[in-house]
């Protein structure tokens, strides 16, 4: 009997022992559910008054870091940037910076390059970081991209120095063939050949300058306000006219064509009208059609051909300048557009080029909502080809126009400068 109560009495106290472990776990549970986790801690609620808000609104990345260098705030552009991984500052020089402020409460700021993490690209992120405190637990890490800016200010200082290169080479020409005609007073022969000479530096010195000016117009590649219908034939016309005596110099045959003629309508590219700047789209036909003469070898043929092209945005007209000249190499093509580039310097500056055609056609396409491209294959030849909204108005006036060419139409005198421009218009 003792034993059964005394068995009794344990399996009581055992019960009550459980029962009592279990209420403790539970009210555990409950206060482990109620304390706040690390993460909410690095919330707003941490942040003072308004600064979330602030932060959400900067430009420059945010960062925001605890006592602990974990980050309690930062904005997407911070992520995008890569400064901020798995919770924590990935970047050791702006962390020690963080570290240091906290310690002393100094702002600081610095300049760093960082490498592109999964870019592939070699080139570096130029950032400018600035820590402050923020409150006395906090550190504020702002970052600003400085890449783009150091990209804009390399091309000026590029585009200074090759200015004054290019302004040096005809001015020190002329200081010297003027010393030469001094010197050669009284050889008459000698002062007509260096009076000569003189005469093509000042031309060249002309040619840089009035590229210089056209350029500076046409760069920033804003929307026209001064457009107006151009005729394509009469911009084909104009800038052949430009280059006859270099191409008859040269024995070049320069042919006009067009799916209009090929269609066997009267005006050929009569019809085709472009919506633009007049003066401008001349520069820029008149310099594909000039570079295409020069680079071209003697009795070659330059042709000039324009049809119009569907696009979901409106259509299009497109101007192909083709040679048979010595062709661009790949990696030239990627640069034959930026200013002063040349892919030849010395055959450059033996026909007078500044360098700076291809860069005024570049700017003039993308003011006028279009585009330039490049084909090449060295030996071969190049097709320079320009696409520019057409002038819809007028054309849906025309009734000569020529019958629409779809924009995936493979004609074959914008891929492959040595096949026939269909029915070609040949000036001698």
Same mark, same amino acid.
């Given at each position: 009997?003792?034993?059964?109560?005394?068995?009794?009495?344990?399996?009581?106290?055992?019960?009550?022992?459980?029962?009592?472990?279990?209420?403790?776990?539970?009210?555990?549970?409950?206060?482990?559910?109620? =304390?706040?986790?690390?993460?909410?801690?690095?919330?707003?609620?941490?942040?003072?008054?308004?600064?979330?808000?602030?932060?959400?609104?900067?430009?420059?990345?945010?960062?925001?870091?605890?006592?602990?260098?974990?980050?309690?705030?930062?904005?997407?552009?911070?992520?995008?940037?890569?400064?901020?991984?798995?919770?924590?500052?990935?970047?050791?020089?702006? !962390?020690?910076?963080?570290?240091?402020?906290?310690?002393? #409460?100094?702002?600081?700021?610095?300049?760093?390059?960082?490498?592109?993490?999964? +870019?592939?690209?070699?080139?570096?992120?130029?950032?400018?970081?600035?820590?402050?405190?923020? *409150?006395?637990?906090?550190?504020?890490?702002?970052?600003?991209?400085?890449?783009?800016?150091?990209?804009?200010?390399?091309?000026?200082?590029?585009?200074?120095?090759?200015?004054?290169?290019?302004?040096?080479?005809?001015?020190?020409?002329?200081?010297?063939?003027?010393?030469?005609?001094? *010197?050669?007073?009284?050889?008459?022969?000698?002062?007509?050949?260096?009076? *000569?000479?003189?005469?093509?530096?000042? +031309?060249?010195?002309?040619?840089?300058?009035?590229?210089?000016?056209?350029?500076?117009?046409?760069?920033n590649d804003d929307p026209l306000e001064d457009a107006e219908p151009v005729r394509v034939d009469e911009l084909i016309a104009e800038a052949i006219d430009r280059s006859r005596h270099p191409a008859s110099t040269k024995q070049i045959t320069m042919a006009v064509g067009g799916t209009s003629q090929a269609e066997g309508s009267a005006g050929g590219t009569a019809a085709l009208h472009i919506w633009g700047n007049r003066g401008?789209?001349?520069?820029?036909?008149?310099? !594909?059609?000039?570079?295409?003469?020069?680079?071209?070898?003697?009795?070659? =043929?330059? #042709?000039?051909?324009?049809?119009?092209?569907?696009?979901?945005?409106?259509?299009?007209?497109?101007?192909?300048?083709?040679?048979?000249?010595?062709?661009?190499?790949?990696?030239?093509?990627?640069?034959?557009?930026?200013?002063?580039?040349?892919?030849?310097?010395?055959?450059?500056?033996?026909?007078?080029?500044?360098?700076?055609? !291809?860069?005024?056609?570049?700017?003039?396409?993308?003011?006028?909502?279009?585009?330039?491209?490049?084909?090449?294959?060295?030996?071969? #030849?190049?097709?320079?080809?320009?696409?520019?909204?057409?002038?819809?108005?007028?054309?849906?006036?025309?009734?000569?126009?020529?019958?629409?060419?779809?924009?995936?139409?493979?004609?074959?005198?914008?891929?492959?400068?040595?096949?026939?421009?269909?029915?070609?218009?040949?000036?001698?």
């Amino acid at each position: 009997m003792d034993v059964n109560a005394a068995v009794a009495a344990a399996a009581a106290i055992a019960g009550l022992c459980t029962g009592v472990i279990a209420m403790l776990a539970f009210r555990w549970s409950e206060r482990d559910q109620a =304390r706040p986790t690390r993460t909410s801690l690095h919330t707003d609620a941490v942040l003072p008054p308004g600064v979330d808000t602030v932060l959400s609104v900067l430009r420059s990345s945010a960062v925001v870091l605890d006592e602990s260098d974990s980050v309690v705030k930062a904005s997407s552009a911070a992520y995008a940037l890569g400064l901020v991984r798995g919770g924590k500052l990935a970047v050791e020089p702006m !962390l020690h910076m963080a570290r240091d402020t906290r310690r002393d #409460g100094e702002i600081r700021q610095v300049e760093l390059d960082l490498p592109r993490r999964g +870019t592939g690209r070699g080139e570096a992120l130029a950032v400018s970081a600035r820590v402050a405190p923020l *409150g006395s637990r906090l550190v504020l890490l702002l970052v600003e991209d400085l890449t783009e800016a150091r990209r804009i200010e390399a091309v000026r200082r590029d585009f200074v120095a090759n200015v004054s290169h290019e302004l040096k080479t005809p001015v020190g020409a002329l200081s010297l063939l003027s010393e030469a005609v001094m *010197g050669a007073s009284d050889d008459p022969e000698a002062v007509e050949r260096f009076a *000569g000479r003189m005469q093509i530096e000042a +031309t060249r010195l002309t040619n840089l300058v009035q590229e210089l000016i056209d350029l500076s117009r046409v760069q920033n590649d804003d929307p026209l306000e001064d457009a107006e219908p151009v005729r394509v034939d009469e911009l084909i016309a104009e800038a052949i006219d430009r280059s006859r005596h270099p191409a008859s110099t040269k024995q070049i045959t320069m042919a006009v064509g067009g799916t209009s003629q090929a269609e066997g309508s009267a005006g050929g590219t009569a019809a085709l009208h472009i919506w633009g700047n007049r003066g401008q789209l001349a520069a820029a036909l008149g310099n !594909l059609v000039e570079n295409a003469v020069n680079y071209s070898p003697a009795r070659t =043929r330059v #042709g000039i051909s324009a049809r119009r092209v569907s696009a979901p945005g409106g259509d299009l007209i497109e101007i192909a300048v083709t040679d048979q000249g010595i062709g661009i190499s790949e990696k030239d093509r990627e640069r034959v557009f930026e200013r002063f580039y040349r892919v030849d310097p010395a055959r450059s500056r033996a026909t007078g080029g500044t360098g700076l055609g !291809l860069a005024i056609v570049k700017h003039v396409a993308a003011s006028h909502g279009g585009e330039v491209t490049v084909w090449s294959s060295e030996g071969q #030849g190049s097709t320079f080809t320009l696409r520019l909204p057409e002038a819809g108005a007028v054309r849906d006036r025309s009734s000569t126009g020529p019958d629409r060419v779809d924009e995936d139409d493979d004609r074959p005198y914008d891929t492959d400068p040595n096949s026939e421009i269909p029915a070609p218009e040949v000036l001698p």
